[in-house]
């Protein structure tokens, strides 16, 4: 049986290649290249691809995934337009690589930028003083890296509502712990490799855990469940721990 077809194309701004990952799924996967900030190209590129498509609005399609430097498209073959002879998946090959085919940087949405308060060090972030052994900072100046310039949600993953941010400078490319923890808090930051996590429920985690925040990053109960989402901006903002506790009194968390 011969290999199905993949497309390949590129714009301006990105290489792209789609593959089909079962039946139901196609992978649309950017280059990420060797420059230095060729992974934050990558996933910009992401993001805009993974908006070109939800405004397009195919009829076919069930969900649309932004991850890191892929974006996952479900479809349902049954409602897909097709030529005479034409499969399911040739099709919808044809019309995404149509849509993706103008330059993904002419994409523009609103981007928006969340503060998200954090309390760090002390119990709420256990290995604040490890990171600035291992980075050769005093734990101010990690805090002051983490938090003076505004970072991007790269992708939402590994649990509901779960983001992944950064890139923070270089000096924050700490590796993850040796020992994970069996349980990490609700609202925990963890650092590493120049990424963040904010933990949105009490999960397990190999991340080193430097603050914490009093805001719910995920709610079913909300209209929007997800605080964040990728594509965003955030910008970590100090606070104490006397406005943590007053913080999470209003996010009905104690």
Not at 231 to 245: A, K, M
Request: net charge negative; proline share 8%; aromatic share 6%.
């Amino acid at each position: 049986m011969s290999a199905l077809p993949i497309s390949v194309a590129h714009t301006t701004a990105a290489k792209w290649r789609i593959e089909p990952s079962g039946e139901r799924l196609l992978i649309v996967s950017f280059e990420t290249g060797t420059e230095a900030d060729a992974l934050s190209r990558a996933n910009r590129s992401a993001c805009a691809a993974a908006h070109r498509l939800r405004v397009a609005n195919l009829p076919a399609v069930t969900d649309i995934v932004p991850a890191l430097t892929t974006v996952g498209v479900h479809y349902r073959p049954a409602a897909v337009t097709c030529d005479a002879g034409e499969s399911p998946f040739h099709a919808m090959l044809e019309q995404l690589s149509a849509l993706l085919a103008t330059p993904l940087d002419a994409v523009t949405e609103a981007t928006r930028l969340i503060e998200i308060p954090v309390c760090y060090g002390g119990n709420f972030g256990p290995d604040l003083e490890e990171v600035g052994n291992l980075s050769g900072l005093a734990t101010n100046d990690v805090i002051a890296l983490h938090s003076s310039v505004p970072v991007n949600v790269l992708m939402l993953g590994f649990a509901p509502g779960h983001p992944y941010v950064g890139l923070f400078d270089d000096r924050l490319k700490v590796p993850r712990r040796s020992t994970p923890r069996t349980t990490v808090p609700a609202g925990s930051i963890g650092l590493a490799n120049r990424q963040s996590v904010i933990y949105p429920m009490d999960l397990p985690g190999g991340w080193n855990i430097i603050g914490r925040t009093p805001l719910a990053l995920f709610d079913p109960a909300r209209e929007t469940p997800c605080l964040l989402n990728a594509g965003d901006n955030v910008r970590f903002v100090p606070i104490g721990v006397e406005e943590f506790f007053f913080l999470a009194a209003g996010e009905g968390k104690l």
